[in-house]
T-cell receptor, first 111, second 116 residues
Framework: DAKTTQPNSMESNEEEPVHLPCNHS???????IHWYRQLPSQGPEYVIH???SNVNNRMASLAIAEDRKSSTLILHRATLRDAAVYYC????????????FGGGTRLMVKP | EAGVAQSPRYKIIEKRQSVAFWCNPI?????LYWYQQILGQGPKLLIQ????????DSQLPKDRFSAERLKGVDSTLKIQPAKLEDSAVYLC??????????????FGNGTRLTVT
């Protein structure tokens, strides 16, 4: 079973920031939080990952709560090309430490 | 850098037939994964290879699915015989190191299988 909880879908306006939430209340002390996204008709692509501290890269920022039970992926200025399914993933010890995908959040961006 | 190559892009077969998918990972990537993605769901890991050895195949339905990675480079995934519920996109991914914690996965665009 997936160990993260995400909203099924979210909407955003183009050029506005987007905050995609993820709850992971049973996260263990050594689990990393990974985010991938999947554009239509493509395979997933890596976005960002972190352990405890907030992380930034050219694609997005990851804000991790102090208790690590939730995190937020931040897209600073949404574009139409950011419309995708966003997956928040934890290492899953029950699946041989592999990445286990849940259902993700479908982000729709309106022009 | 060339991405993960998969073929064919689409495949339609009848139930009880066999089918094979091919994957060529990014050059130098030692770890290769096969995922199954049913419509509307997230990808589900089927098998992971490290070089030419199997690391994890606990989710692979071994009565009908098989996979190999001879010479530790490209890989094939086979289904024999196919069932209607095998209709899905089959994704191949590769990474530099064994742990996804340290090396992100790079995915191909998948093979869409339809079983009629």
């Amino acid at each position: 079973d997936a160990k993260t909880t995400q909203p099924n879908s979210m909407e955003s306006n183009e050029e506005e920031p987007v905050h995609l939430p993820c709850n992971h209340s049973t996260i263990s002390g050594t689990d990393y939080i990974h985010w991938y996204r999947q554009l239509p008709s493509q395979g997933p692509e890596y976005v960002i990952h972190g352990l405890t501290s907030n992380v930034n890269n050219r694609m997005a920022s990851l804000a991790i709560a102090e208790d690590r039970k939730s995190s937020t992926l931040i897209l600073h200025r949404a574009t139409l090309r950011d419309a995708a399914v966003y997956y928040c993933i934890l290492r899953d010890p029950l699946a041989g430490n592999m990445l286990t995908f849940g259902g993700g959040t479908r982000l729709m961006v309106k022009p | 850098e060339a991405g993960v190559a998969q073929s064919p892009r689409y495949k339609i077969i009848e139930k009880r037939q066999s089918v094979a998918f091919w994957c060529n990972p990014i050059s130098g990537h030692a770890t290769l994964y096969w995922y199954q993605q049913i419509l509307g769901q997230g990808p589900k890991l089927l098998i992971q290879f490290q070089n030419n050895g199997v690391v994890d195949d606990s989710q692979l339905p071994k009565d009908r699915f098989s996979a190999e990675r001879l010479k530790g480079v490209d890989s094939t995934l086979k289904i024999q015989p196919a069932k209607l519920e095998d209709s899905a996109v089959y994704l191949c991914a590769s990474s530099l190191q064994g742990s996804p914690l340290r090396s992100p996965l790079h995915f191909g665009n998948g093979t869409r299988l339809t079983v009629t």
